[in-house]
């Protein structure tokens, strides 16, 4: 299973969701643990400035941004919609 250390602007942002986006988060973040590329995750590479991130699908408009720091630690960077990426 995965380690996961959440940034303190993933905190912040994890805060301000809409409680069914938590909810969905936790159920995600579940999955994530076990297999972090499970097709129901949705998990996609980025690219330019953030190529070396990835990130997973909460829902169709949220999404969660993290860094492999190696095969088994994860640094959740942030939490929303697609400005994330901004």
Same mark, same amino acid.
């Given at each position: 299973? @995965?380690?996961? &250390?959440? %940034?303190?602007?993933? =905190?912040?942002? /994890?805060? #301000?969701?809409?409680? #069914? +986006? !938590? +909810? !969905?988060?936790? #159920? !995600?973040?579940?999955?994530?643990? =076990?297999?972090?590329?499970? %097709?129901? @995750? !949705?998990?996609?590479?980025?690219?330019? =400035?953030?190529? =070396?991130? &990835?990130?997973? %699908?909460?829902? /169709? %408009? /949220?999404?969660?941004?993290?860094?492999? +720091?190696?095969?088994?630690?994860? @640094? &959740? @960077?942030?939490?929303?919609?697609?400005?994330? &990426?901004?």
């Amino acid at each position: 299973m @995965l380690i996961i &250390y959440p %940034s303190k602007k993933f =905190e912040k942002s /994890y805060k #301000q969701l809409p409680k #069914q +986006i !938590k +909810i !969905k988060a936790k #159920q !995600k973040d579940l999955i994530f643990r =076990e297999n972090p590329f499970d %097709s129901r @995750l !949705k998990t996609h590479k980025l690219k330019g =400035e953030l190529k =070396e991130c &990835y990130a997973y %699908s909460v829902d /169709y %408009s /949220y999404r969660v941004l993290f860094h492999f +720091i190696n095969r088994k630690t994860v @640094l &959740y @960077l942030d939490i929303g919609t697609h400005r994330i &990426y901004q």
